[in-house]
């Protein structure tokens, strides 16, 4: 039996399914170091994917709808940011009202624009064709491991590189790192804490919209309602196990696709019923969550052990 599960299709599913959450997780990081709290990614995502199809369908081209869902990605992390950062909208409650209004908006425009509810599929729809690897497609195993994918799966991972050098290596990364961990220290620098926080919020929304087209155009190649499927908070829940971290996210995601890769091969087991299948990703989420605020805790009651313990040995002194 778990010679069944674990095979090479598994381990493929693993990586397309862990996509959308590293570019998810990518989107957390780069707004949690400015100090920035966003679940607004999930309805980003869910809009990018909606415009996506809508660009492709109406240009004819894969890249448009990846354009097109590139600028709705920019145009609602704009007015997050704005409503958020300048209004002093509760970050919280601003990101709910966005994931909101993505679901309501998707279904209003699914209806109105092409006339159909739940779903959309055309043959006017281009998605994103596979590339196969010069060189290593011929490697035995290693091939089909990492050839064969569609372009967002390489950019994504392109990405975790960039954002790690981009953190670690530029002036940019010391100033987003600056302003999350102390904004009043970072302004006495000269440091433009706002034109930082807005940035950040921009990114985030297009790390979401190439999540949002690859679910459409990459996975898939049409439109259904509810299709994000809660992978904006798993990128957040990734983030955070990750350490906030470009490779411990990236890791944390490939996590995350193994178990919705496990979930989808599970669905055909009798033994299991489907909807215990269908919450592996969720209970997953919870759990990683779980052990996060566990392992926080035990730090912290670290700390505090070792305060008591400096402050009974300076009377000795």
Do not use: C
């Amino acid at each position: 039996m778990l010679k069944d599960l674990l095979d090479i299709t598994i381990l493929q599913s693993t990586l397309r399914m862990a996509t959308p959450v590293m570019l998810a997780a990518m989107g957390a990081l780069i707004t949690g170091s400015a100090g920035i709290i966003n679940i607004a990614l999930e309805g980003m995502m869910l809009l990018a994917a909606f415009f996506a199809v809508l660009g492709s369908y109406f240009f004819g081209s894969v890249w448009a709808g990846v354009l097109v869902a590139v600028l709705s990605g920019i145009v609602f992390a704009f007015l997050f940011a704005v409503f958020s950062l300048k209004f002093r909208a509760h970050i919280i409650l601003m990101g709910v009202a966005i994931n909101a209004f993505a679901v309501a908006l998707t279904v209003y425009l699914l209806r109105s624009i092409f006339h159909v509810a739940g779903a959309f599929s055309d043959p006017g729809i281009k998605g994103f064709e596979t590339v196969d690897l010069p060189i290593i497609k011929d490697i035995p195993f290693l091939g089909d491991l990492l050839s064969g994918y569609t372009p967002i799966v390489y950019i994504a991972w392109l990405l975790v590189i960039v954002m790690h050098i981009l953190l670690y290596k530029t002036p940019l990364g010391v100033h987003l790192r600056a302003v999350g961990e102390n904004q009043e220290a970072t302004e006495t620098l000269g440091i433009k804490v706002s034109l930082i926080k807005y940035l950040a919020v921009v990114l985030s929304g297009i790390f979401s919209a190439l999540a949002g087209a690859y679910l459409s155009l990459g996975q898939l190649t049409m439109f259904t309602e509810n299709m994000s499927a809660n992978r904006g908070f798993m990128g957040l829940a990734a983030n955070i196990f990750g350490r906030g971290t470009p490779i411990g996210g990236a890791l944390a995601s490939i996590l995350f696709g193994f178990a919705d890769a496990l979930a989808m091969r599970l669905q055909g087991w009798e033994a299991l019923p489907s909807q215990f299948v269908l919450m592996l990703p969720a209970i997953l989420t919870i759990v990683i969550l779980l052990m996060v605020a566990i392992r926080k805790e035990l730090a912290l009651k670290r700390i505090k052990a070792r305060n008591v313990e400096r402050a009974m040995s300076e009377p000795q002194k």
